[in-house]
């Protein structure tokens, strides 16, 4: 882990006085090194709970998540060089912010300390507005930014309270010992505190999610974002609401809460990601369609974090790790598409086939995997997912079968409706991709199949 940190900060202070192209590749090859030098860390079996100081501890589920962080960090290098690099004095400073968040986001995985934890969880927030306001393509790019700032920090302040209360009264601010009040609940807190507390402290994490009904601010910060920016919003930004409520989870010791809201909010997110898969349908822009998926998604991995299972945990890490590469892929496709057309248009971008086939096979292909087609690990997840969710109740098979099914029909409407018909502007010629858009669409591809070899990954931290 501290290698990996200085590795960061060697690629920090790369010399970055004036453009310079191996400049920009030292840090995407430097981001590599560290995606690669991050995979042991998998071993969970070595780390599996082990304190390495009293500001750091490492277990599965974060450092499944940092080898994630390292790994999209890179690959938004990649995919971001064609546009970003036309602009010679912008885009040192691109990597540089790029390295700061990934900086950012390895220590808010990895800190033990909740104090820390929500400074970095906050603190990601700066590079990232900074990507959309400096490299968005459209003039909304400002209100995108003051939505995703509002939404986030209006529900993570009243945590913010909750966490310095609770570090008062059970005498520790470490997230991997149990607190004081988990021994004696009753007598720290009243009758109706603890559905209370239930809500503050996953307020901030279900806008991060997001759970609908608070995932506004997501459209809108993706459409205007520009590819890198959405790929650290779908690859990693949404696995830290995740991360938080799974934490949280052990932390407060929130399974033992009276069950009346857990089960409101577990059939909400239900409905909910049902209602956004419906709402794809009626998507005209390409990314605003692919954002608009991921709320459906994250609502399946939410109701396996409430379903307080062993196997509903599971398969919400798997979940987050499948959807960090298909949803960072489909973003990176839909920029490529973006910078043959000129148009982001649903309309626009018909007979893809017939003008590039290659990038055609890409969008199948990540399509497929969209769907939680074998062989990747999408598709574990949800068959564990499943008996979680309907051992908690099996009234809840209606939307569970409905995001299921609803989820092949969005994707199969992306491919066709962007590969198939004819383009409407007949005179554009027969286009090849280059080697670096299929090096980074193949190496989002490879690891979400590859892990269903080694399907431990998920399984091997402690619930």
């Known amino acids: 882990m501290l290698g990996l940190m200085l590795l960061n900060l060697t690629t920090l202070v790369t010399p970055s006085v004036k453009f310079s192209s191996l400049t920009w590749y030292t840090r995407v090859w430097s981001l590599l090194l560290g995606a690669f030098l991050s995979i042991p860390l998998l071993n969970s079996s070595l780390f599996n709970q082990q304190m390495i100081s009293s500001m750091f501890f490492i277990d599965g589920l974060s450092s499944s998540l940092t080898t994630l962080t390292w790994w999209i960090s890179a690959l938004m290098l990649l995919a971001s060089q064609s546009s970003v690099k036309m602009n010679k004095n912008k885009s040192n400073l691109f990597s540089l912010i790029i390295c700061v968040l990934n900086l950012i986001l390895m220590l808010t995985f990895f800190s033990a300390n909740v104090y820390w934890f929500y400074v970095f969880f906050e603190a990601s927030l700066i590079p990232t507005m900074a990507l959309i306001l400096g490299w968005g393509y459209q003039p909304e790019r400002l209100q995108a930014s003051m939505y995703m700032m509002l939404y986030t920090i209006s529900a993570s302040l009243p945590f913010l309270i909750l966490i310095v209360f609770f570090s008062e009264i059970s005498f520790t601010s470490s997230m991997a010992l149990k607190p004081l009040f988990f021994f004696y609940p009753k007598s720290f807190l009243g009758t109706g505190t603890l559905e209370i507390i239930f ?135 839909a920029n490529y598409n973006y910078e043959k057309s000129g148009t982001r248009s649903m309309m626009m971008n018909k007979g893809m086939l017939l003008i590039c086939p290659s990038i055609s096979i890409w969008w199948f292909l990540f399509c497929v995997v969209n769907m939680a087609a074998p062989p990747s690990i999408n598709l574990l997840s949800e068959i564990l997912v499943f008996p979680s969710i309907l051992l908690y109740s099996n009234w809840l098979i209606i939307p569970l079968a409905m995001v299921s099914f609803l989820a092949a029909v969005y994707s199969l409407l992306l491919y066709t409706a962007t590969q198939h018909g ?22 989002h591809y490879i690891p979400v199949n590859l892990m269903i070899i080694k399907s431990d990954i998920i399984f091997s931290w402690v619930v």
């Open 199 to 333: 809500l503050i402290s996953l307020a901030a994490f279900l806008v991060k999610l997001p759970m609908f009904s608070v995932h506004l601010w997501l459209p809108k910060a993706h459409v205007e974002a520009p590819v890198a920016g959405s790929m650290v919003l779908a690859g990693i930004l949404l696995k830290l609401g995740g991360y938080g409520i799974l934490r949280m989870y052990q932390f407060l010791h929130l399974a033992s809460i009276n069950p009346g809201i857990k089960d409101f909010l577990f059939c909400f997110s239900l409905w909910g990601g049902m209602i956004t898969s419906i709402i794809c349908f009626r998507q005209v822009d390409l990314k605003s369609l692919i954002a608009y998926s991921s709320v459906g998604h994250m609502s399946l991995m939410l109701a396996g974090a409430f379903s307080a299972s062993t196997w509903g945990w599971h398969a919400a890490l798997g979940m987050m790790l499948a959807h960090g590469l298909c949803s960072s892929a489909l973003f990176a496709l």
């Open 422 to 443: 004819n383009h409407p502007k007949f005179t554009l010629p027969f286009i090849t991709m280059k080697s670096a858009p299929m090096t980074t669409l193949a190496l």
